[in-house]
């Protein structure tokens, strides 16, 4: 009988401690960056994860909205988030157009099988 006594609060504790394990994967992260296409954010066009060049160039568009529009529009690119030198693609209900181009401050959950994927919750332009 003690030994069936013994396992119930060790089982209450796993519990409780995958309870929150499942909680943490799924907080809620602000991010701040930019608004871009996937082949400038992962250099298959660019040198340098910027519009930049594209837009020196004339090539793509004549500032960072419409070479980021061009190349999703036109060339078969997704709207991604670039924070520094990270990449994250993003689902969720925002109209993504609305922000090519711009620095956001992005709020939303991380997916936990793929952690370059962002569930947004939030965007706003970044003052």
Sequence with gaps: MSTSMNKAPRFLFFLLLMGSYAFAKDAVITLQGEIVDSQCAYNVHSLDHTHSSMVKK??????????????????????????????????????????????????????????????????????
């Design 58 to 127: 004339g090539v793509y568009g004549k500032d960072a909205a419409s070479c980021t529009l061009h190349c999703v529009k036109e060339m078969g690119g997704n709207f991604v988030l670039l924070v520094k030198e990270d990449v994250y693609r993003l689902d969720g209900p925002v109209q993504l157009e609305l922000f090519a181009g711009k620095k956001v401050k992005v709020s939303g959950v991380l997916d936990p099988k793929n952690q370059a994927l962002l569930h947004v919750q939030k965007m706003e332009a970044d003052k």
